[in-house]
C-alpha cells in the first residue's frame, strides 16, 4: 500500500489520506506499538523489500522509510541509525548498501529534532547527522563501483540541498580540515612561489556541533580518495561523480586547488577517452571560475582543457569549448574604466596564460574554423578590445584580435597610429601581432591607410630603422597589399614601378656605405642586411658579391674565436650572419656548399645553444633543396645529440626528424641509433620528440621498425656487428649508450621496444638463442671489448619477454579485487539458448568458421612455442661458452633468465636438455611461489645474488621515469610543471 500515490482514494481509514499519515497519526496515540511496526517497516524495507517491487516502487517505499524515521525521532527519540551503520558495512550484499544509502540521503535532506521538553538528558547532543556522513564518506572507498558513486552523490546531494543541520555540519568540516600540502616541503619553484602568494590562510576555526572529531581525519581524505578511486577509474560514470562531488568540496574549501594535486589530476582529463567525462571537466572548471576568478590554477588547468577541446573528435564539445570561451573572456571585456570587479581581469588572465601555453598559430586556426557558424563577435566587442591596445593589456588585446579576426566587420584605421606609437617594454612583440592582424584584415582598411602603411614601412626599411623580428612579417605585409592592388586594378591600367627592384636597390646601397663604417653602424647594417636576404630569396637576382663576401668573412672571423670569447653582442651578431649566409647561398649551388661546409664546423667547435638552433635551421632549409648537404654533414648534427644543453638537443632532434620524415634520408645506421637513444633522453622534450617521431615513421614508412631494431639494435647500441664480417656503424661513431655505466638505459628503450611488439613477435625472439650460441662459441667475438654486454642485453631482453607474454594462469592472475564491476564482463548463454544456437544451420555455419579462425589462430600461437622448444638446448651451450667470461653481473642475470624461463614455460623447460642443467633454476611449488608478482623478476627473495641488480629499470618506460623521481625536491617540481600532464603530447606539430 505504501507505493500506492498519496492521492489515491481508499487507501487508507479516510478517503485522499494516504496510509503513511495515517500511522503517523496513531504514533501520537500508541507510540509503544505503532514505534515498534513502524521500525519493522523500515527494517524490511532496507534488509528484505518485496521481490515484485521494482527500482522505482523501492525508492518510494525508502522515501516512507525516511518519513517514518524523521516522525519517531522528533515524537521517540528512536532512530534508524544504528540499523543503517550495521547495513552499510555489509561488505557482499550491495542492493543493502545502496538502499541503506538511498535512506541516508533521504534522511540527511529532512530537519528533524527531538521535539521532547522533559527528559532531555535521554537525547544525545550530538546530531545523529555525524555518524551517518562519516559512514557515507568512508563509503567512498568500497570496492563496489555502485556503491561508491552512490556515496558521492548522496555527499554532493547533502551538501547542495541538505537540511540545515547536514549543511552546517559538512560546511563547516570542510572548510576547517587542514588538508595535507605534501608540496610545501619541498623546494618551491618561480611558480610554486607565486601560487603559493594565492594560496588562503589558514583558519582559526570553532565547530558548532559535537562528534567534529570523527569527521575530520574522514574528510581530510576525500580528495585523495577522488583522485584515486574515481577519477583514476576505468568507469566513466565514476570519474563524472568524482568531479561533481570535488566541484562540490571546492565551492566551500578552496584550499584544495593548492594543498593537493587538484592541477595534476583534473588537467589529465583533458584527454578521457570519453567525451561525457572531458565534457563534465570543463563544465566542472568553468562553474568553479564563475567562483574563484582569480585563481591561477584554474585559469591554467581551464586553459589546457579548453586548448584541446577546440579540436575534439566530438563537435558538440567544439562548440561547448567556444561558447564557453565567449562566456568567460569576451562578454567578459569591459573598458578599462569599468573594469573593477576581478570577473573583468579574468578574460585577460585567460589570454595571458594561453600565450604561455599554447601555440597560437593552432588557436587561430581553430578560431577561424568554429567562427563561421557563429556570431560571438560583434563591432561593439571589437571596439572594446581596440580601447585596450593603449594599456598594460596590450599584447593580450592583439593577440585576442588576431584569433577573432576571421569575423570582424569593423573600419579599422584606428588601428595604424597604434602601431605607429607603439611604445611598451614588448613592442617588438605588439609590432609583429599588428601587422599579422593587418594582412588577416586587410579589407576592413581603407585604400588611404593602406598607402600611409606601405609608404611607412617602405622608408622603414630602406634606411634600417625597423626592428629585426619585424621585418619578415612587414615584407609579408607590403606583398600582401602589393597583391591587393594588383587585384583591384584595370586589366588595361598603366604599370606599377616593381617596389621590390627599388628597396632592394636602396637597401644595397645602404648596406655597402654600412659596411665601410660597420664599427658604428653595425646595428643598422644587421636590419639592412635582414632586410637585403629577404629581397634576395623574393625575387631572382643574384647576390651582391661585395655583401656576400663581407657576410662569410664575419661569420669566418667568429668560428676562429674562442666560445669563451663570445659575448651578447658577438653571438647575436653571429646568429643573424649564420641566417643570413643560408638564404644569400639559396639559389647559388656552389655557394650553399661552401656554406654548409662553413656550418659543419660551427656545429664542431661550438655548442651554444642558440647559435647551433640557428645553424641547425639554416642546415635544414639548405637541405631541402641540396639534399646531399644534409648527408655530408649528418655526422656533424648527429654529435648535437649529445649536447650539455637540452635545448640544443631539442633542435637537432627536430632537425633529424623533418629530413627523415621527407624521406631525403634513411633510417639507418648511426643515425637510427642516435635518435633512439633520444627516448631515454635526459630530458622529457627531447623524450617526447623522440615518442612522436618512431610513432610517425611507423605509420609512414616501416610498420615493422621495432621488430627488426630488437634483433640489432643491442649489437649497435654496444657498437658490434651483428654479422661477422659486416660494418653497419659509419666510421669514427661511436654509440651514446655502449657500456656498463649505460645499461639502465638501453635497459629503458628495450622495454619502449618491447612495449610496442604484439606477443607472438616477442615470442619468435627466442630464435636469438641459436644466434647467441654461435656468438658465444666465436672467441673473436667474446674477447671484443663490450661484448659480455651484448649477452647480458640479449639475456635480459628474453627475460623481459617472459613477463611481458603471459601463460594463461597468469592473465587470470591480475585482476585486483574489489573491481569486478568497473570491468565489463561477458554474459555467458545459458544451456537452452546454447543448445537452439546448435542446432540452427546458420549458426553451425558461423561456428564452423569460428572454428577455423580458433584452429589457424592457435596454430599461429603454437609456432613460436615449437621454435622455443628446439631453441632451449641453446641455452646450456651458452652458458658453457660464457663460463670462463663469466662475472658476476653476467652470472646474476643469466640466472634471472634461466629462472624466468622455467616460471613462464615450466612445460617446455621441464623436458629440456641436459635436465640437471635446467633442474637447479626450477622454483620449488609452495603458496609463495603461486602469489608471485607478474613483474617480479625470477630470482628469489632469499638469494644473495638478488640485492643487486637492476631492478628500477626491469619493467619501467622512458617517458614514465620522467613522472617518478627520487628527490623530494624534485618530486614538487615535477609534479607541479606542465611536463607531467598528458596534454603537452596533443600540440606536436605532425598532428595538425
Known amino acids: 500500500m505504501h507505493i500506492y500515490p498519496e492521492n489515491t482514494k481508499g487507501s487508507g481509514p479516510k478517503n485522499g489520506e494516504h496510509i503513511s499519515d495515517w500511522f503517523i497519526k496513531l504514533l501520537d496515540k500508541y507510540p509503544d506499538i505503532v514505534s515498534k511496526v513502524l521500525e519493522n517497516y523500515i527494517e524490511c524495507v532496507i534488509t528484505n523489500p518485496i521481490k515484485e517491487w521494482k527500482v522505482g516502487d523501492e525508492k518510494i517505499a525508502i522515501g516512507y522509510a525516511a518519513k517514518y524515521d524523521a516522525a519517531l525521532y522528533a515524537k521517540c527519540n528512536k532512530s534508524c541509525t544504528d540499523l543503517l551503520l550495521q547495513a552499510i558495512q555489509a561488505d557482499e550484499a550491495v542492493g543493502l548498501q545502496l538502499r541503506s544509502l538511498e535512506l541516508i540521503e533521504r534522511i540527511l535532506q529532512q530537519q528533524t529534532q527531538v521535539e521532547w521538553r522533559i527528559f532531555r538528558h535521554d537525547v544525545s547532543t550530538k546530531p545523529r547527522e555525524v555518524a551517518l556522513i562519516r559512514e557515507t564518506i568512508r563509503c567512498l572507498d568500497d570496492k563496489t563501483f555502485s556503491v561508491r558513486r552512490k556515496a558521492s552523490q548522496v555527499l554532493a546531494l547533502s551538501i547542495r540541498i541538505g537540511s540545515p543541520i547536514t549543511t552546517r555540519i559538512l560546511n563547516e568540516v570542510i572548510n576547517f580540515v587542514q588538508y595535507d600540502d605534501l608540496e610545501s616541503r619541498a623546494k618551491l619553484n618561480s611558480r610554486q612561489a607565486e601560487i603559493s602568494l594565492e594560496r588562503p590562510d589558514n583558519l582559526h576555526y570553532v565547530y558548532s556541533f559535537e562528534g567534529f572529531e570523527e569527521l575530520e581525519a574522514e574528510v581530510k581524505r576525500i580528495p585523495r580518495l577522488i583522485y584515486d578511486r574515481f577519477l583514476m577509474s576505468s568507469n566513466g560514470l565514476a570519474r563524472c561523480s568524482g568531479l561533481a562531488l570535488l566541484e562540490r568540496l571546492i565551492q566551500i574549501n578552496n584550499r584544495i586547488l593548492y594543498n593537493t594535486p587538484f592541477e595534476r589530476e583534473i588537467s589529465a582529463l583533458a584527454t578521457d577517452t570519453l567525451s561525457s567525462v572531458r565534457k563534465t571537466t570543463l563544465e566542472t572548471i568553468d562553474s568553479l571560475l564563475q567562483t574563484y576568478s582569480n585563481c591561477s590554477i584554474l585559469v591554467d588547468v581551464y586553459c589546457r582543457i579548453w586548448s584541446c577541446m577546440l579540436n575534439d573528435d566530438d ?20 573598458p578599462l574604466e569599468y573594469s573593477s570587479e576581478s570577473k573583468h581581469l579574468l578574460p585577460w588572465h585567460i589570454v595571458t596564460t594561453l600565450l604561455a601555453t599554447q601555440p597560437r598559430d593552432y588557436l587561430q586556426q581553430r578560431f577561424n574554423l568554429l567562427l563561421q557558424n557563429e556570431n560571438l563577435v560583434t563591432p561593439t566587442l571589437v571596439n572594446t578590445i581596440i580601447s585596450h591596445l593603449n594599456t598594460p593589456m596590450a599584447t593580450e588585446a592583439w593577440t585576442l584580435l588576431l584569433l577573432i579576426s576571421s569575423r570582424i566587420t569593423n573600419n579599422l584605421d584606428s588601428i595604424i597610429p597604434t602601431f605607429d606609437r607603439l611604445s611598451s617594454y614588448n613592442m617588438k612583440s605588439n609590432q609583429v601581432l599588428a601587422l599579422q592582424l593587418i594582412i588577416y584584415c586587410l579589407s576592413n582598411f581603407s585604400k588611404a591607410s593602406l598607402n600611409q602603411l606601405f609608404k611607412s614601412l617602405l622608408s622603414l626599411m630602406s634606411t634600417g630603422s625597423i626592428w629585426l623580428e619585424v621585418i619578415s612579417p612587414a615584407m609579408l605585409l607590403l606583398h600582401h597589399i602589393d597583391q591587393l592592388s594588383h587585384s583591384q586594378a584595370p586589366q588595361n591600367s598603366a604599370s606599377v614601378e616593381n617596389w621590390q627592384t627599388q628597396l632592394l636597390e636602396d637597401v644595397t646601397a645602404a648596406t655597402k656605405e654600412c659596411i665601410e663604417n660597420f664599427e658604428t653602424d653595425h646595428i643598422r647594417m644587421t636590419s639592412l642586411l635582414a632586410t637585403y636576404s629577404e629581397l634576395i630569396v623574393m625575387i631572382p637576382n643574384e647576390a651582391d658579391e661585395k655583401i656576400v663576401d663581407f657576410v662569410l668573412g664575419y661569420v669566418k672571423l667568429c668560428m676562429s674565436l674562442n666560445e669563451s670569447s663570445f659575448d651578447t653582442d658577438n653571438e647575436r651578431m653571429m646568429n643573424w650572419m649564420v641566417v643570413i649566409a643560408g638564404r ?38 639548405l637541405g631541402k633543396k641540396y639534399p646531399s648537404i644534409l648527408e655530408s654533414n649528418m655526422k656533424c648534427i648527429l654529435v648535437k645529440l649529445s649536447s650539455k644543453y637540452a635545448t640544443t638537443r631539442v633542435r637537432t632532434y627536430r632537425c633529424v626528424k623533418d629530413v627523415i620524415l621527407a624521406g631525403n634520408i634513411k633510417l639507418k645506421g648511426a643515425i637510427l641509433v642516435s635518435l ?42 654496444n657498437d658490434q656487428a651483428f654479422l661477422a664480417g659486416s660494418v653497419r656503424m659509419e666510421a669514427g661513431f661511436k654509440s651514446p649508450l655502449k657500456g656498463p655505466n649505460k645499461r639502465k638505459l638501453r635497459r629503458l628503450l628495450y622495454n619502449h621496444i618491447l612495449a610496442a611488439l604484439d606477443e607472438n613477435t616477442l615470442l619468435l625472439y627466442f630464435g636469438q638463442l641459436k644466434l647467441l650460441a654461435e656468438k658465444t662459441k666465436d672467441a673473436s667475438f667474446i674477447e671484443l671489448p663490450n661484448a659480455l654486454e651484448v649477452v647480458i642485453d640479449l639475456l635480459f631482453i628474453m627475460r623481459r619477454i617472459c613477463f611481458c607474454t603471459k601463460s594463461k594462469w597468469q592473465q587470470g592472475a591480475g585482476q585486483a579485487e574489489g573491481e569486478e564491476d568497473d570491468i565489463p564482463q561477458e554474459e555467458e548463454l545459458p544451456p537452452s539458448a546454447i543448445t537452439s544456437a546448435e542446432q540452427s544451420p546458420a549458426s553451425d555455419n558461423a561456428a564452423g568458421r569460428g572454428r577455423g579462425r580458433g584452429l589457424r589462430k592457435r596454430e599461429m600461437a603454437e609456432e613460436p612455442l615449437k621454435q622455443l622448444e628446439r631453441c632451449l638446448r641453446y641455452v646450456e651451450e651458452i652458458h658453457r661458452n660464457l663460463k670462463k667470461y663469466m662475472s658476476s653481473d653476467l652470472h646474476r642475470e643469466f640466472k634471472s633468465f634461466c629462472r624466468a624461463m622455467t616460471m613462464r614455460f615450466p612445460n617446455l623447460t621441464d623436458f629440456a636438455q641436459p635436465v640437471h642443467f635446467w633442474l637447479k633454476y626450477k622454483i620449488k611449488s609452495g603458496p609463495r611461489c603461486k602469489r608471485r608478482r607478474l613483474n617480479e623478476e625470477g630470482d628469489d627473495a632469499n638469494d644473495s645474488d638478488s640485492t643487486e641488480s637492476n631492478s628500477d629499470t626491469d619493467s619501467d618506460l622512458p617517458l614514465e621515469r620522467h613522472k617518478n623521481v627520487s628527490s623530494a625536491a624534485d618530486t614538487a617540481k615535477d609534479k607541479s610543471s606542465y611536463d607531467v600532464l598528458a596534454t603537452e603530447l596533443i600540440f606536436q606539430p605532425l598532428d595538425w
Open 315 to 334: 563537435a558538440q564539445l567544439q562548440k561547448l569549448a567556444l561558447h564557453s570561451f565567449n562566456r568567460n573572456v569576451l562578454l567578459n571585456i569591459k
Open 584 to 621: 644569400l647561398s639559396l639559389r647559388d649551388n656552389d655557394l650553399a656548399y661552401k656554406v654548409a661546409k662553413m656550418y659543419g664546423q660551427i656545429l664542431s667547435k661550438n655548442d651554444r645553444p642558440q647559435l647551433i638552433n640557428s645553424t641547425l635551421i639554416c642546415l635544414n632549409d
Open 676 to 717: 633512439l637513444a633520444g627516448l631515454v633522453d635526459d630530458s622529457i622534450e627531447v623524450a617526447r620528440e623522440a615518442d612522436a617521431f618512431f610513432i610517425r615513421y611507423k605509420k609512414l614508412y616501416d610498420k615493422s621498425l621495432f621488430h627488426h631494431c630488437l634483433k640489432e639494435i643491442p649489437f649497435d647500441l
